[in-house]
């Protein structure tokens, strides 16, 4: 049973807004490419695992533990009365090779140390139980989900801590049968007790980069044109209410000014003044939190992203966006 939903990171939404207002240097291109070729990795490995069933176990998906000072991050945590698997998630592909410990990709070495990491977040893990006095195992594997990963290693230890995409059904099935009592639950309210948000968050821009304006969904094109309740797309065609347009760029203003606060004047700036204040306003009202300080109103998005918004059927009934194919 999947505990949490796989979200996208705040890493991977900030490039996607990002590359929406500008042309990306080749370090961001970089990063966004390795953020999206995790988050593609991690629902594969959901999707394997939907498909073998998990009934039988409880499974946190992207969780982030704090042990004393420091924070952890955790693609699955695997739970049921044995203990806890850490299930660290790669999605390398091409053909690697792991002499005296050192990981290379195509001869040039690489800048994780994937067998270190898993075993520091299993170690954290193992700290926890033992200062609980918890008497349930800690193990972890390294899942390699893509089909085209291959290892070379004069390590022959190293294939017990790994877990390749041709055996990956087998593994997740080895989970059935298995028994989720009083020792599960137990885990999961110890891990529960030690879940926070990702503290590692610093994405700001410098606005003087971005593009203004509102961008259409379906094509990305700023070339819009105003009908009473929607904009329509100059490009494509697409039509999207006024609410959804605005939707998306407050979503994309809180990733790309992670921690700054939005003001009504900010915002407006933001979205180049492209819709009256009145209708701006209203749209602010119905969808963020207000916080007064002083004379000064912020803004905060109620929802964690503009997709999770969307989903919110109940509150688009009035008018539709038609996206062209
Ligand atoms: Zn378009």
């Not at 996607?16 to 990795?41: H, Y």
């Not at 073998?52 to 969780?63: P, S």
């Not at 972890?140 to 041709?166: A, C, E, H, P």
């Not at 969808?287 to 004379?295: D, E």
Request: proline fraction near 2%.
């Amino acid at each position: 049973m999947f505990l949490n939903p796989r979200n996208k990171s705040q890493d991977l939404l900030f490039y996607e807004a990002l590359q929406r207002r500008t042309d990306l240097t080749n370090g961001e291109k970089s990063w966004f490419k390795t953020f999206q070729k995790g988050f593609v990795g991690e629902c594969l490995y959901d999707e394997i695992f939907e498909d073998v069933g998990h009934d039988d176990v409880l499974v946190y998906r992207d969780l982030y533990l704090k042990f004393g000072k420091s924070v952890t991050q955790y693609d699955a945590l695997v739970i049921n009365d044995n203990g806890i698997v850490v299930n660290e998630i790669k999605n390398y592909t091409g053909e690697y090779k792991v002499e005296g410990g050192d990981w290379f990709r195509n001869g040039q070495r690489i800048s994780e140390e994937p067998v270190a990491q898993l075993n520091r977040s299993v170690g954290k893990l193992i700290g926890l139980r033992n200062s609980v006095n918890g008497n349930f195992g800690v193990s972890g594997k390294l899942i390699f989900v893509s089909d085209d990963f291959y290892l070379q290693t004069d390590d022959n230890s190293l294939w017990s801590k790994i877990v390749v995409r041709m055996d990956l059904r087998r593994y997740l099935r080895k989970f059935r049968g298995g028994k989720i009592g009083n020792k599960s639950q137990f885990i999961v309210r110890l891990l529960s007790e030690n879940i926070v948000e990702n503290p590692y968050i610093d994405n700001n821009v410098d606005e003087g980069r971005l593009r203004k304006g509102l961008y259409c969904g379906q094509c990305g094109s700023f070339n819009l044109i105003k009908s009473r309740f929607h904009l329509v797309c100059g490009e494509c065609e697409s039509k999207e209410s006024n609410e959804t347009h605005l939707l998306r760029a407050m979503s994309d203003y809180q990733f790309l000014f992670y921690g700054k606060d939005m003001t009504r004047i900010s915002f407006m700036s933001f979205i180049g003044d492209c819709l009256t204040p009145r209708v701006v306003y209203r749209i602010l009202l119905k969808h963020c939190y207000i916080n007064k300080k002083g004379n000064q109103t912020t803004y905060t998005f109620k929802y964690r992203n503009f997709d999770n918004a969307m989903a919110k059927p109940e509150l688009f009934v009035k008018y539709k966006d038609h996206l062209k194919e």
